[in-house]
């Protein structure tokens, strides 16, 4: 493409200057990669809830071990 020859053009009908903007700012705004949003932090109660570690495993001491820290 040069520089002389336009993006676009109207091939029918005689639109408004207000509908040519609609249009230019239409095509700008699809023409725009799409930016994903940004994943949001687990927060410090979601993060509290999950486990630390492997899970007990059950035997003759498992309660014990079950609330000592990890």
Do not use: D, K
């Not at 408004?16 to 410090?44: F, H, N």
């Amino acid at each position: 493409m040069s520089v002389e020859e336009p993006l676009f053009r109207i091939v029918r009908g005689v639109p408004t200057v207000e509908e040519l903007a609609a249009l230019v700012g239409v095509i700008a705004v699809r023409s725009r990669p799409a930016a994903r949003p940004a994943p949001a932090p687990a927060s410090l109660w979601a993060r509290s809830g999950r486990p630390a570690g492997p899970a007990p495993t059950p035997g003759a001491a498992a309660w014990r071990a079950s609330g000592l820290p990890r």
